[in-house]
């Protein structure tokens, strides 16, 4: 068990720039999602899918922001146009449905926008 | 939408001491989970609560979950300094659902 590892784990970068991240769940998981969390604040939800299909995406993910999961496997998220408010924390996390076991986390991925 | 408050929000406590944290939601708790965080970095599962009454131990960590109060607990035994942390507790929001709405957590901090 790898556990679930998120790239890169910093990341800076000029407003209106695009960024990607990726995050790869462990092995037999079928559901991963991704959180936000800012300074001081609990994760905030933005999306999950299980397999492939995004089941849910939170009101927090506008436009700018795009999540894939192609294979079922490992997922993007991509931010475009970036902008100060988006300097966060954007943590993925994985599960197995119906294993009765909890969502585990990567390491996250620190977004600074400048 | 669901809220969750934690408290207390900080927490300084001498090595060997016990000490407890609450957990309590505004709305039907469907599972509660908590987990721990070190500064700047990613959330480590401690336990997951599905049942009324339910309680799970750990270590010297033991959390249990009251349904009709809404509300969870987690107890630390003879906290060390290894314990100190961000300890957060997120609720499952919805029968069936995974999506977790978190608490804003509690920094513990143990001195030795």
């Known amino acids: 068990d790898t556990g679930v590892s998120q790239n890169p784990r910093h990341k800076i970068t000029k407003r209106g720039q695009n960024v990607t991240f990726r995050c790869d769940p462990i092995?037999?998981?079928?559901?991963l999602y991704w959180y936000r969390q800012t300074l001081g604040q609990g994760p905030e939800f933005l999306t999950y899918f299980q397999n492939e299909a995004q089941l849910e995406k939170s009101r927090l993910l506008s436009d700018r922001f795009s999540a894939e999961r192609p294979k079922g496997s490992f997922s993007t998220l991509e931010i475009q146009r970036t902008e100060q408010g988006d300097s966060a924390m954007y943590l993925c996390a994985s599960s197995l449905a119906g294993s009765g076991v909890g969502q585990y986390f990567g390491p996250g991925t620190r977004l600074t926008v400048t | 939408s669901q809220e969750l408050e934690q408290s207390p929000q900080s927490l300084i406590v001498q090595e060997g001491k016990n000490l407890t944290i609450n957990c309590t939601s505004s709305?039907?708790?469907?599972?509660l989970y908590w987990y721990k965080q070190k500064y700047g970095e990613g959330l480590i599962f401690l336990m997951m609560l599905q049942k009324g009454g339910e309680e799970k131990s750990h270590e010297k960590i033991t959390a249990k979950l009251d349904e009709k109060k809404q509300q969870s607990s987690l107890h630390i035994t003879a906290s060390q300094p290894s314990h100190a942390g961000i300890y957060l507790c997120g609720a499952l929001t919805q029968g069936g659902s995974e999506k977790l709405v978190f608490g804003k957590g509690t920094k513990l901090t143990v001195n030795p």
């Open positions: 709305k039907t708790l469907y599972g």
């Open positions: 092995s037999e998981h079928n559901r």
